[in-house]
């Protein structure tokens, strides 16, 4: 699976509002801290307020702040929200089933159901709370097993 932009650009900002409750930032001030442009960082907002997930203050000092505590806000639902699916491949989609003629026989089919169903289950663990609480990986995790072969 892979985030779209709509979806990290969503959850960066939304980050930047739970690091400092009560606070409304300003539209420019979150797509400059999270080097989004400012205009599709506009749009985003507008869809995250028409679902209740941010408000906005109007007014010279106005801005966006969490429309709900950051525990209720999980990556799980952002992702749902821009990105729709979850799922690696369609034929194991809840949401985005489309049948695929190799069902009946196929052997990766499973592993691949088992990575939507971690990846669904850790994104809906995620809440803003949790993320905000959570160290930024280092470069050496991305890459330190990858230099060893277990990576992909």
Known sequence: MRLSRKSDYALRALVTLAEQPGRTISIRELAEVNDVPRRFLEHIMLEMKSKGIV???????????????????????????????LAPIPCVSGTHYEPCTQENRCRFRRVLLDIRNYT?????????????????????????????????
């Open 120 to 152: 669904a289950r850790r994104m809906e663990e995620a809440s803003l709370a949790t993320l905000i609480a959570m160290q930024p990986v280092a470069k050496k995790e991305v890459f330190g097993e990858y230099l060893e072969g277990a990576g992909i």
């Open 55 to 85: 408000r906005s203050i109007p007014g010279r000092i106005g801005g966006f702040e969490l429309a709900m505590p950051p525990e209720q806000v999980t990556m799980g639902r952002i992702v749902r929200l821009f990105d729709e699916m």
